[in-house]
Structures are given as structure tokens and as C-alpha cells.
């Protein structure tokens, strides 16, 4: 299937650190997005980036994206506690939109 | 002034009940989804839905139903409800139809059937 997985499935940070999550996924997309999900709350879309872009930013958030290896990844800088959520890549291949299963990011203040 | 609102924000009822869940969007977004996020939060579509078009997910079992009165609610019907229903339900809403600048999500509705 096109499902995403992230890598790792949890990560636990002290604050301020940096948080890396990476996702892999199977056949060629248009563009890939992140989400973030707090506990018991909904989706928060973070950033898409496309499949003709390599590396996009926002804020304090970082994405990579290498279609050669089919995988993107999600940096955190100078990560707060506010952070812990679990994150979610999601890939659009034009005909199918596929979420990953998630990491589960914990900051340690 | 919440942008996607669904509800109820929980739901407990017995197996074979029929119940629904209801979403609204403000946004006026083209398109609204429903998704089940099962205990290990995998995601899975199960429709996407605009005034033109419905994509079923034909895993979804035809007792769930969307219904769309109208561009800025797709509320979701399930009958003869079974254990297994039991996650959470999430409702979504893109300006495109294939979601290519971002969904917007609800908070979700956890449904336990007992």
C-alpha cells in the first residue's frame, strides 16, 4: 500500500532540543504534507511540501523531501513542551491521500 | 468561530444501534472527508465528498453513509453498529478536492460501541 510510516514510532526529547522524524513511503506523489495531532484533538496541518521541492521551512520547522529515496523528513529546532503532539506525514499521489502512522514526539521540559 | 466542528465529541451505544455524527465546515471548503483513526492512530480515508463527485473507499462497509445536505456539512450515518466501529471518527474539509494545500480537521468524535 501507499502508507506512509514514520520512523521513529515515539521519541522522547529534552526541551530545547532538536526532534527528527522521518517518513518513507512506497510509489511516486504530487506533494507531502505534515500534521501534528495533540492528544484527544484534531489534525493540525504544519506544511506541504512538493514533489519538485527538496527543502522547505517554517518557522521552527524544517522539511526534507528526496523522492530518489521516497522519503521526507520533519526537523523540530529548539523543540518546547508545547511540541508534544504525535506528528503525521501524509502523501498525495493525485489519485490517493495516505497518512502515515505517526510519531509520537514527547519535550521534557 | 471554529473552522471544521463536529459532533457529538463522544458517543457510547450498543451494538446494532444505528447513530450519526454530524460536521460542519466554515470555511467554505469544496470538499469535506470522513476519516477513522483506529487505536494504533492509522489514519484511513473512508469518503471524500463535493457537490460533484463521492469517493467511497471501498473497504468502508456500506453501513456507513455520508449525507450532505448541503456544500458545508457531510454528516456521517452508521448502521447496525458492531464492536469493531469503535475509534475515532474525524471529519475534514480541503479548498481543492484532492486536499493538494492542506486538510482542515475537526476535533474528532470517539465512538465506543459496547
Known amino acids: 500500500s501507499q502508507q506512509g510510516e514514520e520512523d521513529p514510532q515515539a521519541l522522547s526529547i529534552q526541551e530545547g532540543e532538536n526532534a527528527t522524524m522521518n517518513c518513507s513511503y512506497k510509489t511516486s506523489i504530487n506533494n507531502l504534507q505534515w500534521y501534528r495531532q495533540n492528544s484527544g484533538r484534531g489534525l493540525v496541518h504544519l506544511i506541504l511540501?512538493?514533489?519538485?521541492?527538496r527543502e522547505k521551512h517554517s518557522g521552527r520547522l524544517r522539511v526534507t523531501l528526496d523522492t530518489s529515496k521516497k522519503s521526507s523528513s520533519l526537523l523540530i529546532t529548539a523543540s518546547r513542551a508545547a511540541d508534544t503532539a504525535s506528528y503525521f506525514c501524509?502523501?498525495?499521489?493525485?489519485?490517493?491521500?495516505?497518512f502515515g502512522t505517526g510519531t509520537s514526539l514527547t519535550v521534557i521540559p | 468561530d471554529t473552522a471544521v466542528s463536529q459532533t457529538p465529541k463522544y458517543l457510547v451505544t450498543q451494538m446494532g444501534n444505528d447513530k450519526s455524527i454530524k460536521c460542519e465546515q466554515n470555511?467554505?471548503?469544496?470538499?469535506m472527508y470522513w476519516y477513522k483513526q483506529d487505536s494504533k492512530k492509522f489514519l484511513k480515508i473512508m469518503f471524500s465528498?463535493?457537490?460533484?463527485?463521492?469517493?467511497i473507499n471501498e473497504t468502508v462497509p456500506n453501513r456507513f453513509s455520508p449525507k450532505s445536505p448541503d456544500k458545508a456539512h457531510l454528516n456521517l450515518h452508521i448502521n447496525s453498529l458492531e464492536l469493531g466501529d469503535s475509534a475515532v471518527y474525524f471529519c475534514?474539509?480541503?479548498?481543492?478536492?484532492?486536499?493538494?494545500?492542506?486538510?482542515?480537521f475537526g476535533s474528532g468524535t470517539r465512538l465506543t460501541v459496547v
Open positions: 511540501i512538493r514533489s519538485n521541492e
Open positions: 475534514a474539509s480541503s479548498q481543492d478536492f484532492r486536499g493538494r494545500v492542506g486538510y482542515t
Open positions: 501524509a502523501t498525495d499521489t493525485g489519485n490517493q491521500f495516505y
Open positions: 465528498y463535493n457537490n460533484k463527485e463521492l469517493i
Open positions: 470555511l467554505g471548503h469544496d470538499t
